[in-house]
């Protein structure tokens, strides 16, 4: 991944603060010089990325004079030109959204819904739409639902992307975890989108509905399911069932077409290569499935991995194996290596861990390793 520096640089803001400076909206000072933006480029060493992008969205309120109709004038000006675009509009579009919420006229907040509809091509608004949210969640979603029928994917996605419940590296919007059925019409009006990224976009927001409202996830993929209106439906609803699948979620499993395991799939293992893993090797291991049975078994096989805490208590961690139809008398035989080395996103503790293999939400064959770090 980008470090913050590649993401937004000294040399971004700089090369924002000329593209501003080059633009005629009408109402600008011709005394502007966005001098607060060209500041801000020498402060951003030791920040993180949403700490730079707060500060160079202070500076741009500084230098346009916390004025909501000055900030839409001169940033609809500059997208007239094509290098306003890139990593330089995320703290353009929040400095839309503080603007515009801020604003003491009424339609400053619709027409700052439509500037990040305008901006979202360049490089997507999702994360200053929570800021609209977090203010009038229903005013906002109002003008969200009407983005669904937008002619440009990028709009459509933001409709998706922008009204998460669990958006990474977004602020959070309390009221869509409370009630995450206000955004499912969203989806709805999007599941079958014609573009892939957006539909993308529609089965990760209702994974995020499955973690707070599993039965809500759930009868929303079984409406789409039932409808069926795209041959594309599938593959969405598979996506957005991905978590509860892994939580052997019965309803959802059942909605994937898997059914608990017959008493005639017989599943061996797993069987470890070895039982002593280090920080920068990997877990070895197999597992067979053999159909004993008269007719074909649809299987999702998964392997949980029950982690050391820092406290000497274990954690389970559901991996994906495969998915796949096995026919009356097939055999199959999957071997995986699971990689130990650091991660950012994980800690790895020394002591006892366990495998286990998952075959359509139930669990067998666990085995015992030690990480020796």
Known sequence: MPTADELISAATVRQLARVLGATTAPGTRGSTRWSAVRASAE?????????????????????????????????????ADPEFSGWMIWPVSEAVAVLGVDSDRAADFEDGLALLAALTPRLTSEFALRTFLNADIGRTLRTVG????????????????????????????????LRPSVTVPILDALHTDADEVVRRSVANHLNDISRLDPALAVSTARGWSERAAAASTPAVVRHAMRTLVKQADPAALG??????????LVVTGPTLRGTKVTED??????????????????????????????????APRVFKLTTRTLAAGERLVLERRHSFRPITTRRHYPGEHALEIQVNGRRSGRATFVVDL
């Open 43 to 79: 402060t951003l060493g030791p920040l993180g990325l949403s700490q730079r992008t707060r500060a160079v969205r202070d500076a741009l309120v500084q230098d346009l004079s916390a004025s909501y109709r000055t900030a839409a004038d001169v940033f609809r000006a500059a997208l």
């Open 281 to 314: 090797d990997a877990l070895a291991f197999g597992v067979h499935l053999t159909n004993e049975g008269p007719l074909p078994v649809r299987l999702a096989v998964d392997y949980v991995v029950h982690y050391v805490k820092a406290n000497g208590s274990t």
């Open 146 to 177: 009407a983005w669904t029928a937008s002619d440009d994917p990028s709009v459509r996605r933001l409709a998706s992307e922008g009204t998460r419940p669990r958006l990474p590296w977004a602020k959070q919007v309390p009221e869509l975890r």
């Open 255 to 264: 909605l994937l077409g898997f059914a608990p395991p017959p008493d005639d």
